[in-house]
């Protein structure tokens, strides 16, 4: 399978990938698609990402076209789109989602959603195994929701390719996120708020994984692991809070 990725939770981060399933004679939810517990490989074909969290409209488009080219090649075919549903800032996850809609809507693919703390947790949880952290940690997911709030969740490995969520997602002050860290022995922090606000994890005594708020090729995996176990992904934007802007109520008369 050749499948589009796109996070704009923080910055914009757009992959192209080539999924190849381990053909372990099980079958799968779907042509190309993995079976329960089958191996994937990724192949990223193209990269592309940029840091600035305002700049994520004027970003897709060249993205898009560096990644997908002539619609009319063969190496622009496309399988799939996987997109970040946050939760994370209004206007770049809606620019997120909005142009993975229009690319799976404009070649007739399918559109999975994926929470971006999700793949945060994913990333970390990888990058902790490497440096020998003990099996059954869990991680503490703190991403920068402005406003001096972090958005939050704890989470632990389901398998090699995805995770387990072991509270709500919330949005809510950085100290008061220190409370879902109760209970757990063997933690880890993750994300872009715990990188904002260092004092937690030394509060805490563990150390900081996967600083960014998303991680484009954690997503694939975590969209090909759960639609392999035939689970419905919706792309329904997460924003745990309402827009800053408001329509403005009728003008009162002067008297």
Not at 183 to 190: S, W
Request: glycine residues 10%.
């Amino acid at each position: 399978m050749r499948i589009l990725s796109i996070d704009s939770s923080r910055g914009t981060r757009l992959l192209l990938v080539q999924a190849t399933v381990a053909d372990d004679g099980a079958k799968g939810a779907g042509p190309g698609l993995p079976a329960v517990g089958a191996r994937v490989r990724l192949e990223i074909l193209v990269a592309e990402e940029q840091d600035d969290p305002r700049r994520h409209a004027e970003s897709l488009g060249p993205m898009l076209r560096q990644a997908l080219g002539d619609p009319g090649s063969p190496v622009a075919r496309l399988d799939a789109v996987v997109a970040a549903t946050g939760p994370a800032p209004f206007t770049g996850l809606r620019a997120g989602l909005v142009t993975a809609r229009v690319v799976c809507r404009a070649r007739g693919v399918p559109l999975y959603g994926i929470p971006s703390l999700d793949a945060v947790a994913r990333t970390a949880l990888d990058e902790a195994a490497a440096q020998g952290a003990q099996a059954g940690t869990t991680v503490l997911v703190l991403t920068d929701a402005r406003r001096k709030e972090v958005y939050a969740a704890t989470y632990r490995a389901r398998g090699g390719d995805d995770v387990e969520r072991l509270s709500d997602l919330h949005v809510l002050p950085p100290e008061q996120a220190l409370s879902l860290a109760d209970g757990h022995d063997h933690l880890v922090l993750a994300g872009s708020g715990a990188v904002l606000y260092p004092s937690l994890a030394h509060r805490l005594g563990v150390p900081v994984h996967a600083p960014v708020s998303g991680d484009a090729a954690s997503q694939v995996r975590l969209a090909l692991a759960r639609v392999g176990r035939g689970e419905e992904l919706g792309s329904e934007p997460l924003y745990l809070r309402h827009a800053d802007v408001h329509v403005p109520g009728t003008a009162r008369r002067a008297r």
